[in-house]
């Protein structure tokens, strides 16, 4: 379980908390869902967790083991909401190699197959492919780390409505294996699917009704 207790995020450049008090806490194989406008503080919470960024107080728990930063970077992976502005590779095969160069033809066809990019060109280049497909390859990237957490910021926003519904196919099937969270500003699709929901305001997480 991935326990947040009373986080407070609170850089010096900024005259208040960008966080105040979070606590929420998620099980193994689901999907929580953070709900809040842009500026809300969901996306720094995100990389918080994912071990971007020190906070300045409360506790992160995995399993009631205390977590740093750097152990927090272990556990989590983290797909942003503009994935392709992240892509280094020059193709699909070099963007699941990075960092992974011994990475077999096995483990790469179980992590695109996981996303429903089984049968991907390995020599497309990521910035080429659709708004989707793109956000799917982010995914993949992750797996291939074998997190025990995703962290998912805006997983379906600016994709039509064809592509939005996929992307939550595609949830409901990963959280059969893993816990995911999901922060949005766009919760109608994803409600259904979600164990748990909070709702986001100021960097104050309150659950969600």
């Given amino acids: 379980m991935l326990v947040v207790q009373d986080l407070v995020y609170h850089p010096a450049a900024t005259p208040r ?13 689901q999907l929580g869902i953070i709900v809040g406008p842009s500026g809300s503080g969901k996306s720094t919470l995100l ?10 107080a409360g506790s992160i728990y995995w399993h009631s083991e205390e977590l740093l930063p750097e152990q927090l970077g272990q556990i989590c992976g ?10 280094c590779g020059s193709t699909v095969l070099e963007e699941l190699r990075l960092g992974h160069p011994r990475l077999s033809h096995e483990e790469i066809q179980g992590a695109l197959g996981a996303v429903g990019l089984g049968d ?3 020599d497309t280049a990521p910035q080429s492919l659709s ?3 793109q956000r799917r ?13 995703l962290l998912l910021d805006e997983p379906t926003a600016g994709l039509d409505w064809s592509m939005r ?16 969270l999901v922060v949005t500003h766009e919760p109608e699709e994803l409600l259904p699917i979600a164990d748990r929901a909070w709702q986001i305001r100021g960097g104050v997480v309150t659950p969600l009704k």
Avoid at 17 to 22: E, K, M, T
Avoid at 47 to 53: Q, R
Avoid at 168 to 179: D, G, N, R, S
Wanted: glycine share 8%.
């Fill in 47 to 56: 990389e918080i967790l994912a071990g971007f960024a020190q906070w300045q």
């Fill in 120 to 122: 991907v060109n390995l």
């Fill in 165 to 180: 519904r996929q992307i939550v196919q595609l949830l409901t099937q990963l959280k059969q294996e893993w816990m995911l």
């Fill in 78 to 87: 983290l797909v942003f909401q503009f994935p392709e502005r992240h892509f």
């Fill in 17 to 29: 908390p960008i966080l105040q008090g979070v606590t929420l806490s998620l099980g193994a194989r």
């Fill in 131 to 133: 708004g989707g497909q």
């Fill in 137 to 149: 390859l982010a995914l993949a990237v992750q797996l291939i780390r074998h997190p025990s957490v």
